[in-house]
């Protein structure tokens, strides 16, 4: 019980995919400049990655190694797209606002890596915690920054003016710039939290990547170094 | 390769695709009639942002494809025409409503792609509302300060319009 619950909770901080993985850093960049584009990005991601993870994970015994790569885009990308038409129908305010990066999430190195390292070796249910996990991980790193952004930023809070803000504000940090800024400095706090304690196994240096066999960099000089940003 | 695992790696991803399509399939099923409804009650909105108090709009197919124009409608007092086209980046989609007189009731920005700050005030209020009551030179408009290319392409959408207005106009025997 306890190794299930940890499971779940180790991709809130310990693992975090945004800062710590450091996976998904794109939609993460560009999704923080409003607490509601955040929110809507994160709970999305939440349904795809636990859908893929359940279903890559129920098929991880039938699917050949050979073409395990496309399956799982097929996959992930079919969520996605259930995704995109739920929220075109449901939610379309939500879904001008994500615009192009709903699309980007089958691409997402979290959903991807997850899938590699997770989902293809594990049962359904540990799978299914982990794609929550992470998911709800991913969300919490983009509710922080886009908490500092928007209110210190626009001086907004989910659209309403915030009083002493709205006046006085960093227009920089809702810039790309400042996003960086912020990135590194959440970064930073989590390491802080974490004391420094930053998982160095190996599933999180080159050989854990996906594209290690096409990137060419994973074969020599990986001491676990990356995983300790 | 072993034959038996060709065979297999097909199969296996055949069956994998087929199955996401019916899925994706069951859900356009489910979700289309709600997204084309969202769709037509935006472009409503639009309708009475551009030309307030018509009514009975009727969309027009035109002669020919003029640059950037999606959609044309006419109602009983001008016509409403749907741009799409670039500024600094693409994605730039603007409602323009013009009076058979030759006039410009209204525009509004439905899209845009433009950077924050600069080409991203088309969607502002000030900018927009400059354009009511302009005939086609446009004198009366400011281009936003900074943002040549996305005032620029902006000013050319709007009097692509009126090359739209020509050709219904006509129609209208007017």
Not at chain 1, 1 to 9: F, G, N
Not at chain 1, 191 to 211: D, I, N, Q, W, Y
Not at chain 2, 69 to 87: D, F, H, M, R, Y
Not at chain 2, 152 to 163: G, H, K, L, S
């Amino acid at each position: 019980m306890k190794e299930k619950l940890s499971i779940l909770l180790k991709g809130l901080i310990k693992e975090n995919p945004v800062l710590v993985l450091v996976l998904g850093t794109c939609p993460t960049l560009a999704m923080t400049t409003s607490l509601k584009n955040a929110l809507g990005m994160g709970l999305s991601v939440i349904f795809v990655l636990l859908c893929s993870n359940i279903v890559i994970s129920a098929l991880r015994r039938v699917i050949p190694d050979t073409v395990r790569i496309p399956a799982y885009i097929v996959v992930i990308a079919c969520f996605v797209t259930v995704v995109k038409m739920l929220l075109q129908a449901f939610v379309p305010s939500l879904f001008t606002s994500l615009g192009t990066f709903l699309d980007l999430i089958v691409v997402n190195c979290i959903i991807l890596g997850r899938a590699e390292m997770f989902a293809s070796k594990n049962t359904v249910a540990d799978s299914a915690l982990d794609g929550l996990g992470m998911g709800a991980g991913f969300t919490l790193a983009l509710l922080a920054m886009a908490l500092i952004r928007e209110t210190l930023g626009s001086g907004t809070f989910f659209g309403l003016s915030v009083p002493f803000l709205s006046d006085y504000h960093f227009a920089i940090l809702v810039s790309p710039t400042g996003g960086f800024f912020v990135f590194g400095a959440v970064m930073a706090l989590t390491v802080l939290l974490t004391r420094g304690k930053a998982p160095k196994r190996k599933s999180f240096s080159c050989e854990g990547c996906p594209s290690a066999a096409i990137c060419g960099k994973g074969a020599s000089a990986s001491d676990g170094k990356e995983a300790n940003v | 390769m072993k034959k038996g695992l060709i065979l297999k790696s097909i199969v296996v991803l055949s069956l994998i695709c087929l199955c996401t399509s019916s899925l994706l399939a069951l859900t356009n099923l489910v979700t289309a009639p709600a997204i084309a409804e969202s769709e037509r009650l935006a472009t409503l909105e639009s309708f009475k942002k551009v030309m307030p108090g018509a009514e009975n709009f009727e969309e027009k197919t035109l002669s020919k494809s003029y640059d950037g124009v999606e959609n044309a409608w006419t109602c009983e007092k001008g016509i409403v025409v749907k741009l799409s086209t670039s500024g600094y980046a693409s994605g730039l989609v603007i409602m323009v409503g013009l009076t058979y007189d030759g006039t410009i009731s209204g525009v509004v920005t439905m899209s845009c792609n433009e950077t924050a700050g600069y080409g991203k005030q088309c969607e502002d209020a000030w900018y927009q509302q400059q354009y009511a009551g302009q005939t086609k030179d446009l004198n009366g408009v400011s281009d936003i300060s900074g943002a040549t290319k996305t005032s620029r392409a902006y000013r050319a959408a709007v009097q692509t319009a009126f090359e739209v207005l020509e050709e219904l106009k006509g129609g209208e025997g007017k």
